[in-house]
């Protein structure tokens, strides 16, 4: 287990409004004035620091939240995007050009999966899909044009957990950067101290936790997120997706009740997966020391956060688990929806939704059964009583 604690290094940020206002000013400019026509074209052209030019690339709002989220990882810097799914493709994008080839996880999120397999393709960037824990597979995949291993920590739907260590081993032989989504599991892991060179998050999930946006991030070094904004070659510059200054600032807020939210996710998730297993629901979760990777996720993870809020359970198909979701979200356990980290529980059958994208023979190979269930688990305070009513859904269905 790791020392790391990235609830007190953002707490060590401490950012206040130009009138001492204890959030930072929500600063709706889209441009800024400059005093010194000479310090225009020189921030412009990346010559001068210091001055804010245009939103696009930086605004004072979002450069407040990247310093929280540089914090939280321990990178030396950040940048906020619209979507989680721009913060992955402008990071991918600004790695990668045509006749580069990029190793990636079979498991990645299905909207991840189809930008490598369908539009990457599209552009002449080669993609091989291996199965991340096996590193003999991964070694074999690299090939001498390699520049990108991309993994998430925690994957979709199975909760397999990365060796990010190994991978950033395999990566460095290879001479490629190792990118790391770690969405399902902020806190509970660090990506970048465990050896990536880039972390990515989809902050429409635990992040904000609200459910009430979409947003991104990427945390790197200086040089990468500068390379980003770049004006002449910049993604992150170039294709837009900057995050609004008002959301920023929202999410900023919501930053700091992170590691608290993600105390009660895990405490709640842990419950369900014990007493699924104990009437005979076979459920999935990293923190049984019967899963897979349990010891590899106690290696890795941070001290402090538990084992993440999320939870499947295997209901072999997909008409069982669509008549336990329809009838829990009757006697009001959660939404039937997708989407993650919400203080509510949300659970979807993956195969039918979130990992639609990823065809039927990448979803067998990884193990996943069509009727499975994916929890994200809520805040509930009584999560025996949420239980009870679970168990109630199961036996109307004669499922126990
Ligand atoms: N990464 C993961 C692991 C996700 O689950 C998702 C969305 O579900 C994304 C990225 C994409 O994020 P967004 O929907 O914010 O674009």
């Keep these: 287990m790791n020392k790391f604690d990235p609830a007190a290094a953002i707490n060590a940020v401490q950012q206040t409004s130009a009138e001492r206002g204890i959030n930072p000013s929500i600063n709706d400019s889209a441009t800024f004035t400059f005093e010194k026509g000479q310090t225009m074209t020189d921030t412009f052209h990346g010559e001068a620091t210091g001055s804010y030019l245009y939103s696009r690339n930086w605004n004072p709002s979002a450069t407040s939240l990247c310093r929280a989220l540089a914090a939280m990882e321990g990178t030396e810097a950040a940048w906020v995007t619209g979507s989680g799914m721009a913060a992955i493709t402008c990071t991918l994008l600004q790695c990668l050009q045509n006749g580069d080839h990029c190793v990636a996880s079979m498991t990645v999120y299905g909207g991840t999966f189809a930008f490598l ?71 509970i892991f660090s990506p970048y101290k465990l050896g990536a060179h880039i972390v990515v998050y989809s902050m429409t999930k635990f992040i904000n936790g609200k459910n009430d946006c979409v947003a991104g991030a990427i945390c790197a070094d200086q040089a990468f997120i500068d390379s980003l904004v770049d004006v002449n070659n910049g993604t992150a510059m170039l294709l837009g997706p900057v995050l609004d200054s008002y959301r920023a600032t929202s999410i900023l807020k919501n930053l700091y009740t992170l590691h608290v939210r993600m105390q009660q996710h895990s405490r709640n998730a842990m419950y369900l997966a014990e007493k699924f297993n104990e009437i005979g629901i076979k459920a999935t979760y990293p923190g049984l020391p019967t899963h897979i990777d349990h010891k590899i996720m106690v290696e890795e993870m941070n001290e402090g956060f538990g084992f993440g809020g999320m939870l499947a359970i295997d209901l072999i198909t997909a008409e069982r688990a669509n008549a336990l979701m329809e009838l829990m979200q009757k006697k009001g356990i959660g939404f039937l929806a997708v989407s993650l980290g919400y203080f509510r529980t949300l659970f979807s059958c993956s195969g039918k939704s979130t990992s639609s994208e990823v065809p039927d023979e990448i979803q067998h190979k990884m193990g996943m059964s069509e009727g499975l269930l994916r929890y994200s688990v809520g805040l509930d305070h009584d999560i025996a009583h949420t239980f009870e009513v679970i168990k109630e859904c199961l036996k109307e269905l004669k499922f126990i």
């Design 117 to 187: 397999n369908n539009y990457c393709r599209r552009l002449g960037i080669d993609v091989t899909f291996v199965d991340s824990t096996d590193f003999e597979e991964v070694k074999a995949a690299c090939k001498p044009n390699t520049k990108v291993i991309y993994t998430e920590t925690m994957s979709n739907p199975l909760l397999r957990i990365s060796n990010i260590g190994k991978l950033r081993e395999i990566a460095d032989k290879a001479g490629a950067k190792l990118i790391v989504d770690n969405t399902f599991s902020p806190m």
